[in-house]
């Protein structure tokens, strides 16, 4: 996924991140990143989120906590994408 806002790590610039499919073994060790209301809106929770972000973009949590917000929700998203056929069965 193309960066809004890049990111600096080191003297690097990260302006693309892309991310490994995560296998049940991450998922056990962190919890799903989110959880699906009633209504079938999602509901993200930050902490998880991130840390799949640096565990699936092999990124270190510092660079993680230093993107930008509308990056941030770009990236819920398409790690939530992972799950999508979960969301199906949850109907």
């Known amino acids: 996924m193309e960066l ?3 990111l600096k790590f080191g003297e690097e610039t990260i302006t693309n991140i892309e991310f490994k499919r995560p296998k049940q073994k991450l998922i056990r060790k962190l919890g799903y990143p989110f959880a699906l ?3 079938g809106e999602i509901r993200f929770f930050p ?3 991130a840390r799949y972000i640096s ?3 092999a990124l270190p949590m510092s ?3 230093e993107m930008d917000a509308e990056d941030v929700l770009s ?3 398409e790690i939530v994408s ?3 056929r979960g969301r199906q069965m949850a109907s």
Request: charged content about 30%.
């Open 4 to 6: 809004v806002y890049p």
């Open 37 to 39: 209301k009633e209504d």
């Open 47 to 49: 902490d998880i989120v």
């Open 55 to 57: 565990e699936l973009a």
């Open 63 to 65: 660079v993680v906590d």
């Open 75 to 77: 990236a819920s998203a």
């Open 82 to 84: 992972f799950f999508g």
